[in-house]
């Protein structure tokens, strides 16, 4: 994957290669972390996977679902929770939810979208605080960080899609927090849904959580798989996972460039060549030879195409989404907190 640059007193365009030849394969009813030191190439990674803020960006490579290729329609299936939440303070819960199952399901009848939003409310766990404000943070919060991010959660699986992608999920809370809302997502997944999160070294806890990990580094791929397996991988390089030790803090510390940086003693471009060789030793390993062989093995694509033709009901006449808009922003106004 390329990214083009061009030079504001320049002809010339220069390119930098972000992701190369990155492999992996996620299961159905499994959550999968991706996981990598900053400048890895997750955030490129996942925007190149969901076909978001694409625009600079020249992508070579293949997005098999269930056998079927995927470009721009990945997002008709799909959910992409961001990392920073973006709500309607002056609106409940229950309001936020409503207006969104309003345009998601408007095909469906007022008491199936108000059945669905009172099914999402109880998986979520916010059935007890559906009435509460939102709040702006900064201003008069009413709900909290965490209560914020399985709002999000809500707010995308109303139409129940088949996988879902998530940035930083965890960012800005605090472990226990966090915990809860990786919880959540693995309860998801457990229902059958593809769960993708992209998270920065997180508690053994968390990390256990787990069903499969994608470790990405200068833009390769390090190791995907279950977690255990990563750990076999990593003592078969020369580099275990020491007792009594996070198994994330040591993945990441081993394929970071700025490895040992904290003593003075980092060796940037020793830390690339030994990272390059851990990548090129996971390409020639059985782990990877099991997640390709994953990979050939895969459905037949007709299922995922009626799944694409069947999402089009979710998407609601422009005139009657202009509607809704324009009375959540007078509800919003009614309803406005002072300053």
Not at 2 to 10: F, H
Not at 160 to 186: M, N, Q, R, W, Y
Not at 222 to 230: H, K, R, T
Not at 281 to 287: E, L
Request: aromatic share 6%.
């Amino acid at each position: 994957m390329k990214q083009a640059n061009a030079g504001c007193c320049s002809k010339q365009t220069e390119t930098k290669t972000i992701l190369s030849g990155c492999t992996g394969s996620a299961k159905s009813g499994e959550i999968m972390a991706v996981m990598g030191s900053s400048g890895a190439g997750k955030s490129t990674f996942m925007n190149a996977l969901t076909h978001r803020n694409v625009e600079t960006l020249t992508i070579k490579g293949s997005i098999n679902v269930a056998g079927a290729a995927l470009k721009d329609d990945i997002s008709k299936i799909s959910a992409y929770i961001q990392q920073d939440d973006h709500f309607v303070g002056a609106l409940s819960v229950r309001e936020h939810l409503d207006f969104h199952a309003d345009l998601r399901l408007s095909k469906e009848s007022a008491q199936t979208r108000k059945e669905t939003v009172d099914r999402i409310l109880k998986i979520i766990g916010l059935d007890e605080i559906q009435n509460t404000i939102i709040g702006v943070p900064g201003l008069n919060k009413t709900i909290s960080g965490g209560e914020m991010k399985r709002l999000s959660i809500a707010a995308e699986i109303l139409t129940d899609p088949p996988i879902i992608f998530a940035d930083e999920p965890t960012s800005g809370l605090d472990s226990h927090l966090a915990l809860t809302v990786v919880k959540t997502l693995k309860a998801l997944a457990a229902n059958g849904t593809t769960v993708l999160c992209t998270i920065h070294q997180p508690s053994s806890e968390i990390f256990n959580e787990f069903d499969s990990l994608l470790l990405l580094t200068m833009g390769r791929t390090a190791f995907c798989g279950p977690p255990a397996n990563a750990s076999s991988f990593f003592a078969e390089v020369g580099a275990p996972v020491p007792a009594n030790f996070n198994p994330a803090d040591h993945f990441i510390r081993e394929i970071s460039k700025f490895k040992d940086l904290e003593t003075g003693t980092s060796d940037r471009d020793a830390n690339e060549t030994r990272i390059g060789q851990i990548c090129d030793k996971y390409n020639d390993s059985k782990y990877a030879s099991a997640m390709k062989n994953e990979l050939i093995a895969s459905n037949s694509g007709d299922k995922m195409k009626l799944m694409i033709k069947a999402s089009k009901k979710f998407r609601p006449n422009p005139f009657y989404a202009f509607w809704k808009v324009l009375m959540r922003g007078m509800i919003a106004q009614v309803n406005k907190p002072g300053i």
